[in-house]
Each structure stands twice: as C-alpha cells, then as structure tokens.
C-alpha cells in the first residue's frame, strides 16, 4: 500500500471567497443589527424609567412626603422634553429644581434616546403620600435616530400604578389606543 502525506489546506481562491461572501452578509445584516441596538436601548429606558417611578412612589409612601420625578437639564431644573438627566428628589419649597437642602435619590443620566414627557402640562410627576399620583401622564421613549420610527411609553396613572406600552397587534409597534406610537414619521 502507497500512503502518502497529503497536506489539508485551503487555497487562497477559496479564501478569498469564503471572504466575499462573509462581507456581503456582514453588509446585508448590519442595517438590520443597528435597529435591534437602537430598540434595545428604547427598551431598557423605558424600564429604567418605569423603576425609577416606582422608587418615588414607594419612598412617598414610606416616607410620607411627596416625590417629584422629572427630566432635567445640566441645571437640575425639571423640563418637558430634552433632558440630560433623570431625578427623583422630594422638592420642599415647589420650586420644580433640586436645591440644597432637598433630598436627591436618584440621579440618572440619559443617552442615546429622548424622551418626552405629556403629564397634565406639566414637566414632572409627583407621588402622594397615599401612592397616588398627583399628576398622571406618559413618558415617551424614542431614539435620538431619526430613522428609528419605534417607541414606548411608560404610563402613569392617578391611582399611581404604572405600566408600560404594548405592542397588542403584534405589528412590530406598540400601541396606544389603537393606534401605534411612533417617534418619527419614516
């Protein structure tokens, strides 16, 4: 019997190959990978924010005193819309702006999305003592991409419950009575 030692390998026609068709669909997949992150990222703020509401209820509630929560500017002067910051802090004097002397309990950053806040015109919500809210409204999350239509809301109600938007369709969209919510028109 004749056995020889044959070397395996590839050649460098197959390879450069293997290559080209790795890049086509690395290019095909990464438009649809970067909507994924930028959902992704709509999504964990809207449960950061839901978790945020519900520490001011809990503490207005355990502490007795209202709780403001708000979006503010570098500031910490509480803002509808555009807010570089997430705070909950009990706001003594209603002054709508963290001053010295006022609790401050969480201070969180906000990148990568906006949010809007639509709460009875006013730029926070508040927590009685009881756990209701004073102020009932919704939170919009969107992306800072104005390519990325999809957003969420986290919804605040005057018996003080809290809930997030869904997507009841399954259209890819979550909706708000009936109708998608959508950050910005394609």
Same mark, same amino acid.
């Given at each position: 019997?004749?056995?020889?030692?044959?070397?395996?390998?590839?050649?460098?026609l197959?390879?450069?190959?293997?290559?080209?068709?790795?890049?086509?669909?690395?290019?095909?997949?990464? $438009? =649809?990978?970067?909507?994924?992150?930028?959902? %992704?990222?709509?999504n964990?703020?809207?449960?950061?924010?839901?978790?945020?509401?519900?520490?001011a209820?809990?503490?207005a509630? =355990?502490?007795?005193?209202?709780?403001?929560?708000?979006?503010?500017?570098?500031?910490?002067?509480?803002?509808?819309?555009?807010?570089?910051?997430?705070?909950?802090?009990?706001?003594?004097?209603?002054?709508?702006r963290?001053?010295?002397?006022?609790?401050l309990?969480?201070?969180?950053?906000?990148?990568?999305?906006?949010?809007?806040? =639509?709460?009875?015109?006013?730029? +926070?919500?508040?927590?009685? $003592?009881?756990?209701?809210?004073?102020?009932?409204?919704n939170?919009?999350?969107? =992306?800072?991409?104005?390519?990325?239509? +999809?957003?969420? %809301?986290?919804?605040?109600?005057?018996?003080?419950?809290?809930?997030?938007s869904?997507?009841?369709?399954?259209?890819?969209?979550?909706?708000?009575?009936g109708?998608?919510?959508?950050?910005?028109?394609?």
């Open positions: 019997m004749n056995l020889t030692n044959k070397n395996m390998a590839f050649t460098l197959e390879l450069l190959i293997t290559l080209i068709i790795v890049s086509i669909l690395a290019t095909l997949a990464a $438009p =649809s990978w970067s909507k994924f992150i930028a959902k %992704q990222k709509i964990i703020q809207v449960w950061e924010l839901r978790r945020t509401l519900e520490l209820r809990s503490f509630v =355990s502490q007795h005193l209202v709780w403001k929560v708000c979006m503010a500017a570098h500031s910490l002067v509480c803002v509808k819309e555009q807010g570089q910051r997430l705070l909950v802090f009990a706001d003594l004097n209603n002054d709508h963290v001053n010295k002397g006022e609790v309990i969480k201070d969180i950053a906000l990148s990568g999305t906006s949010i809007k806040l =639509s709460a009875s015109g006013r730029a +926070y919500v508040r927590f009685k $003592p009881t756990g209701e809210a004073m102020d009932s409204g939170f919009l999350v969107c =992306s800072n991409d104005q390519s990325i239509t +999809y957003g969420r %809301q986290a919804i605040v109600f005057r018996s003080g419950r809290i809930r997030l869904k997507d009841t369709d399954n259209d890819g969209y979550d909706d708000r009575g109708k998608n919510i959508k950050c910005h028109k394609p």
